[in-house]
Structure formats: C-alpha cells, structure tokens
C-alpha cells in the first residue's frame, strides 16, 4: 500500500531524478525546444523538497496537493501548468486516504493523464508528454486488474510503459508545443516532457522498492 | 559562455531589480513574487494592461511598462513563462476595478500560464480579457498546432492597445484594439547565430559559418529551415515575402515597417536590412507610413533580426502617435 | 563572419540610407560627401552642433541628430574617422550664423580631420570651437601619448550641450559647456568577446573562454590588458573602481550613471551591471540622481559594456533633463 | 630625372601596392590598432586611379597635389591626414618643375616628412610613420649628396631605409596613435604606417626601374 511515507520518497527521488537529468533533459529540449526544460523541472522539484522540509502532509492526497500547488508556481513554461494539474487531478483522485491500494493508484494515473489532456490538448502520437502518460495510466490499468493487489506491479507497469513512451516518441513529428514549431525537423528527437514524465513514474518504483 | 552574469539562476532577479533602480522614477520592482507595476498603479477608470512572459526578449516586456503602455509585465525565467502565483498579483495591481487586459503571446506555457491566473483574478472579482499576440508567419497555424507563435509584433499590440487604455477605451473596446493590432501584423525572423542560454551555457543551436536559420522565433529554438547564408537583400526579400505574402498588402496600403533586432546584431545592420525592406515595399505601392528600428524583441545575444509589417489605418497611426513614456520607448511627453 | 550586409564596403553607404529612410521626420541624409542633417539646418540664431567619427558606433552619432542635440553628423568609414571634404559641409549646413561647435572624440584620425575641416569652415567666415571628449580611463593621459580615448561620454557631452545651445547659449557658452561635462565624466570599459570589421571579416582579437578585454575602446582594440573572466559584480566593481578613482566622487554628490553596451550584449547583463554599480554608488554616498542604460556607444558585435559616471550639478541635471528628439534619444516632446 | 610619366607611374605602382598587401595591413592594424589600415589606403589609392584617370596631370608637382588632396578626402582616420599633408609638402617642395632632380626629390621627402610631424607631433621611436619618414628622408638626402645626379640611388636609399625603419618598429612601445593605448603591449609589433610607407617608397624605385 502506498502511504505518505512513500509519497515523500517518491517526490524526494523525482528531486533527484530531476537534478540528475538536468543536462539531459536540457539538451533534449536544446534540440527541438528552448533548452529549459531540465532546468524548470529541477527548480520546481527543488521548491518541492523545500515545502515539504517545512510542512509535513499527513496524507498521499495532500504530499500531492502541495506538489501540484509548488509546481504550478515554480515551473512556468508548458511544464509548470501540465505537471501541476497532473499531479492535482491524482490528489484529487486518491483523496485523504491514508493509504492508497493499487486500483485507486491504477485510477490516480488514469486522472493525471486527463488532466494533462484537459489542459494542453495534446492527443497520443503528438510527441508531447501526453504519450508517456496515456500507455502509463493503461499498463497502470491493466496491472491493477490482472495483479490483485500488488502495487510494485502497478508501479512497474507504468514506468516501463511510460520510458516505452517516451522512446517512442522519437520519431515523431510534433503537434503541439514547441516542438510543434519545426515540423518535420522534429522528428529524430525524444520529447523532453515524456522524458520527464518516464523519469518521475520510475522514481515512484524505486521509492516502493 | 561568457556573460555579465553572477549566479546563472539569479539572472532574472538581478537584471529586473537593475532595471528597478534605473527606472525608480517610473516604475516599481515587487520581487517575491516577481512582476514590474508602473507607478501609482492602478490608474482611476483606466482599463489595466499587462503582459509577461520568459525572459531574455528586455526590453519586452519590462521596458514597455508606463503612461501609455503596460500597467505591468510578469517576468519568467528565461524564456520560460511565469507563473500564475506571478501573474495575478500583477493583474490585480493593474486592475481599477474598469478590468485588465492581458496580452500573451502565443506559446502552449504562456497560455496555459496566463490562462490560469485569468480564472483565480476572475474568482477574486476581476474583469479579465485576454489578447493572443500570433503573428509569427514561419509556424503554420492549424487546428493541429501550436498555431502560430507570438514575436515582435507584441510591441505594436502593447504600445496601441495601451494608447486605447490610455484615452478611456473600455474593457472589451481595448482587447478588440489588441485583436486588430494582432490580425494586422505579421513576423519573420532569421537567425545568422543562436543565443546561450544562461542556465544552459552552450548556444541553442550551431550554424556553419555559410549558414543561418530560417523563419526563427524569440527562444533560440531553431528555425523553420536551415539554408545557405545570403546577403542583406537577400535575407530582406524573403523575410518580407513571407510576411506580404500572409498579409497582403496592397498597393496604396499605408503600413508600419519594424525591423526588430535579435539582441546580437549591430544596429547599423538593421538599418541595412530596413532600407531593403522600405525600398520593396515603396516598389509595391505601399506606403511606409510608421517605422520602428532597434532591439525590442530580442532572444539574448542571438545575431539576426525579424522584420514586422503593420497594416495601419487612421486610427491606429494615431494611436501609434499617442504618447508613451517607458524605459523602451518614449515620445510625445 | 556573417553579416546582415551586402558588400562590405556599401556598409556605411546603405546603413545611413536606411537610417534617413527610417527617420526622414528628423533627419536629412546627404549622400555625397556623406553626412546627416536634422531637418531644416540651420535653426535662426541658435549655435551649431556638429559630431561625427568612424562608423561602427551605432547609434553614435547620426542617431543624435535632433532637437535639442546635435545639428549634423559625420560618418566616417567603419572605424574610421570622416574626411574634412565630410565634415566641411556638415559645418557649414549648421552654421546659422551663430557658430559651430564640433564634439570630437579624442583619436589622433579624428583630431587631425576635425582640425582641417575647422581651419577650411574658419576660412569659409565660420565661426568654430572645438570641444575633444577624452573621458576614457583606461589610457594615459600624458603629453608623450596621444591622450585618453573619447568614448561614451560623448553621448552626454552631446546631449548637454546640445541642450545648451538650443536654449540660446552663444557659441563659447556651448563649447564651455561641452568642456565641462568632458570634465566631469570619466568611462571604463570591458569585452568580453571581440567584434568583427566587416572589411576585415576576423574579429579584432581572440579571447579565450576565460578571458576578458579590461580597459578596451570602442574601435575593437585590445584593451588595456588581458585578464580571467570574473562575475558581473567582480566586473562591475573593476570598473566603477577605475572610473571613481579617478573621478574622485565625494559622499553627497549627485551623479549620471551610465551603463553602455558594447553592441552584442544583452540588456538584461547591462541591468545586472548598473544594478551593482548603483549599490556601489549608493554605498559610497553618492546620490545617483539619472540614469542610462544601453547601447548608446557601441562596437559593431562586441560584446561587453562601459561605466561612464558623470557629476551632475543643478544645471547639468536640468540640460539632462531638457526635451530631446533624436532617433535614439527622445523625452519631453 | 623624375617626370609627370615617372610620378603617374608611381602612384599607380602605389595602388597596386595597397591592393596586394591590404590584408596585411589589415593584419598589422588588427595587433595593434583597429584593424583598417589597409582598407584605408587601398580606398585611397584606388581614389587616386581614379582621379587620374579623369584628369591628366601635367607636372610631378600637379601630380603630388592631387594625391594629396584625393588622400585626404577618402583615406579619413589618422593616415588619411598625414599621408595627405606628406604629398602637399612634397608638391609644395617640387613646385611646378617639369622634371625633379635627385637634389630636390631629397628635398621632397624631408618636406613630406615634415609635414607629418608638422601634423602628428610624433617624434621618431614613437612607433609611427615617422619611424619609416625620417630615415628615409635622411637616407635620400645623403644620397643625394653624394650619389651627384643619380636618381634611381637616392629612391633606393630612400626605400631601403624605410624598410629598415618600419622593421625597427617592431621592439618598439607606441606613444602615438592608436596603437599608443595598448601601452606595454604593443612592443613586439610593426606600426601599420610605418609599413605602408615602406611600401610607398619601394614603389618609387620600381617606377624609376
Ligand atoms: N499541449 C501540450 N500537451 C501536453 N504536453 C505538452 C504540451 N505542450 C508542451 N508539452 C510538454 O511540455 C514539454 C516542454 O516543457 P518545457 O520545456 O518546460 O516548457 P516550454 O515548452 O514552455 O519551454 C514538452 O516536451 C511536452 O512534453
Ligand atoms: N601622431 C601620429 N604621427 C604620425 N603617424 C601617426 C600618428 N598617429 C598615427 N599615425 C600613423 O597612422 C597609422 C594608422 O593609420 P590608420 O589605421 O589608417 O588610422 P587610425 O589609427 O585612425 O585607424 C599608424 O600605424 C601610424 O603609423
Ligand atoms: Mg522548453
Ligand atoms: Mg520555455
Ligand atoms: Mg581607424
Ligand atoms: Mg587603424
């Protein structure tokens, strides 16, 4: 079961993933974007561990709450908004239950796909986050119904689908963001967002390992 | 990268309090959250401005914040938007209770971003009207898309949009003036070489020495396409072909040429590349009625320039006229 | 080297071309010799204000020409001071009857053609001072050298002057004017990265990517000498250091502090310059009372900035302040 | 003796002189200066071609007088000046002679030289033309004194010592122009000028060859 303690774990590993992959996912975004994508994932991840070195959430819900909220106004950029109405939804999804059983996890993923969705548009085969998200929340999905009850399987699941994703987004054209802009030139380069998306589902294993 | 910088991440902190002090006598820094007022904001009766966005385009938007212009310009990091914790403040600094009207350019972050801090300004009782600046020719706009990018016209939407504001326009009457401006305007940029990032410290991307990139926007993001380095006419040619092409002007038209430098490229250029321009469009029968040559809406030290044609009638040359008094741009007063 | 030109020795030629098409309100461009009016030269009765120099500069000096500050430019070839054939019409053209002052910097090619178009506009019934801005720090002063650089301070000798004459100073009234904001303005200047003279078409030295220029000019020379990069504060406090030092600026005293680009900086770092620079100031007493901030005095692309301080007193405050019209320089009309 | 065709000839062979080595004046002005030199007087002399070819003048003297004034309308910068008032003085010195003699041709240059220093204040050793002038000057007259009549000694004299004096430039720390604000640092170059005036000269003796 996913509690609080593993929700801070989570986030203080996404901390890291982020100040590690910094350079990297500057220089995906150097190749297709505006070279900041590293940079507004690790400022944001970082105003992450500050709030929660002052405040302690009690719940999931509310370590998610606060990610969302510090997200939103620490990142900018397309990321800061996406992220934060991803990470809201899934607060939302999982309410102030202490802990979180792997369907309700399954549902969370599926809200902070949506969320995504609802935000930016972007449909799967966009080359934007989106196509990390959309096979993360269904292999979330699959796992949780096939599973019964483990929740490693459910996080292992969607990391492995979204790194998939991301992967895959490689050879396609952009249709939204700012990758949108070069057309066919962005084809050949992985989307930065589904990078860090894939890095933030595989903290989440790790976390729970 | 060599910069005058210190601390990379203190860039945009330490650039806007400088312009704080330089300014002091026309605007006011508020620093946590980060966002530029005019002085004595708000301004009885008067419909409020403002815009924002990354930084690394100065002067835009901080040195278009006075009389006749922004009410107050939300910086992001560089070239990354600001946040709503930013932005509403700033709309509700600049709201007389006759409403705000922001004015964002046309990029997913900016309009996620700004979309946002419309809705919390709303909740907390504020008239809001938000203006999308495209005019960026180079992107295609399609359902499909992003749509076309917001560049260097977003000065002319600010600076007549604010003359509206300034003479009493109402609400929606100043946000119709910001939407002409816009569907009026049209932007091509090249690039003879890209910008560093501070935060990134290696440049946007690389040009051989024979080569620049095409249809640019204002972020170091390359081009629409790369191709073979051409002389000053060249260049002009195709960028306002681009740009004529998508708005065509027609002879008798009177317009408004802007040749807006990168950050990088000597002043002496752009007149270069404007006497081109100017010449072209006399030889169709336009008449270049307004010009406006420099560094306003700039991508750090990137070497290039856009070129910007205005179709301009009675009442925007006038408003174009109106007086305006910012760090940027000044005359009449 | 890639340029938005077309062939480099048309650089000038079309620069200014482009220059009077953009500001044909303000500005006559006469093409052969090649010099800059203000529109309708000479005003009755007021003394004339003729500058000019090597090209490169931009906005110096053709960008000055207007109310209330200079009557007529001259550009030479890039870098390169005007010729007398130049400078004789320029001086004759703003000549009204009341006198000419022309503002020269202090380079030996400047000098020596500014002196024989004085002699020849002496022998036409001219009447003409001479004012030499020399406020570079960096060089020497000594009757064995050929002196300190004018640099910067020309634009604030140009204004303030200016400003004198167009209120109705006489001729030596004006010159002496000139003289005292030379002799109270001192400038220092760094590059971080060299700037490329398109007849030349290398940069005018190599840095290394940890060195900068300390104590260059603004013609693309070495400077004084060669030192490791620091941070812009470390910058910063170098320069104000060799600017005050010899200034000597007493706590109490009121202050000009202008920060110039070198062309191929972004503003943003120049913020970030005058931001410490202000602090400085204000630690040390100084009462810094105006400010500039931009590319006023530049080198092509170079990149890197000067400091120019200038003690202000109650009138040199109130020339300051005096309405100017200039492509580059415009407030209070 | 040295007639209208010897100094027509001369001033084209100068010409030429400045196209061939206007980059490498480029480059000695680019150590020590501002990088125009040899543009400066390649415009120059190119300016004279053309003026010649209008007009067609009559005496060395008439010659001289019109390099002077064509150098000092479109050389500009500190050469364009001194290089004119060194070919008014050598007019002025030549007067309307049909044909100079050695004598009077070493009289030219000690005219030229002076005029230069009548105008640029430098002294010898200050690392200007000067340094190629006076040598030369000196070299003429004494040539002239003692070669009894032969031209081509007095302009070979004339050459070689400006040569040599604008080698000598080369330890030398400027007070003068341009390169005077590099202090120190411009030991170790040649002067510009001093160089082209070398030039100059060298082209005198091939007219007379
Ligand atoms: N409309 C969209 N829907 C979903 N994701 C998007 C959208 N637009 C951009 N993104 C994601 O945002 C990422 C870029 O984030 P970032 O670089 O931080 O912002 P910006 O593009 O404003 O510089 C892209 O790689 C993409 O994954
Ligand atoms: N005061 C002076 N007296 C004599 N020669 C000088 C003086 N100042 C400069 N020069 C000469 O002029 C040359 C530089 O000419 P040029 O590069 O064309 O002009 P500028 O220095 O104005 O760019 C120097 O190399 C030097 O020989
Ligand atoms: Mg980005
Ligand atoms: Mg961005
Ligand atoms: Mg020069
Ligand atoms: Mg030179």
Known sequence: ?209 | MKKLINDPRAVVAESVEGFGLAHAALVTVSTDPLFITRNNVPTAGKVGLVSGGGSGHEPLHAGFVGLGMLDAAVPGAVFTSPTPDQILPAALAADSGAGVVLIVKNYTGDVLNFETAAELAEAEGVDVRTVIVNDDVAVEDSLYTAGRRGVAGAVLVEKIAGAAAERGDGLDAVAAMGNRVNSNVRTMGVALAACTVPHAGTPSFDLAENEIEFGVGVHGEPGRHRMAMEDADGITDRLLDAVLGDLGIAAGEKVLLFVNGMGGTPLSELYIVYRHAAQVLAGRGAAVERSLVGNYVTALDMQGCSISVLRLDDELTRLWDAPVNTAALRWGV
């Open chain 1, 1 to 209: 079961m996913l509690d609080v303690n593993w929700t801070i774990k989570w986030l203080t590993l996404c901390a890291q993933a982020m100040a590690e992959n910094r350079l990297y996912l500057i220089e995906l975004d150097r190749a297709i974007g505006d070279s900041d994508h590293g940079e507004n994932m690790d400022r944001g991840f970082q105003a992450v561990l500050e709030k929660l070195a002052e405040v302690r959430p009690e719940t999931p819900g509310a370590a998610l709450k606060l990610t969302a909220m510090t997200l939103m106004s620490k990142v900018g950029g397309a990321a800061g908004p996406l992220y934060g109405t991803a990470f809201l939804r899934a607060s939302t999804a999982v309410g102030d239950a202490a802990e979180v059983d792997p369907a309700a996890w399954a549902k969370a993923l599926v809200a902070a796909r949506d969320g995504i969705v609802a935000r930016g548009k972007a449909e799967s085969g966009d080359k934007t986050m989106v196509d990390a998200w959309t096979p993360a929340a269904e292999a979330g999905q699959a796992a949780a119904a096939h599973g019964a009850g483990n929740v490693l399987e459910v996080l292992v699941a969607a990391a492995e689908a979204a790194e998939a994703g991301a992967i895959a987004t490689d050879p396609l054209v952009a249709r939204k963001g700012r990758a949108s802009y070069l057309g066919e030139r962005s084809a050949g380069h992985r989307d930065p967002g589904a990078a860090s998306s894939a890095l933030i589902l595989r903290a989440a294993v790790e976390a729970a390992a």
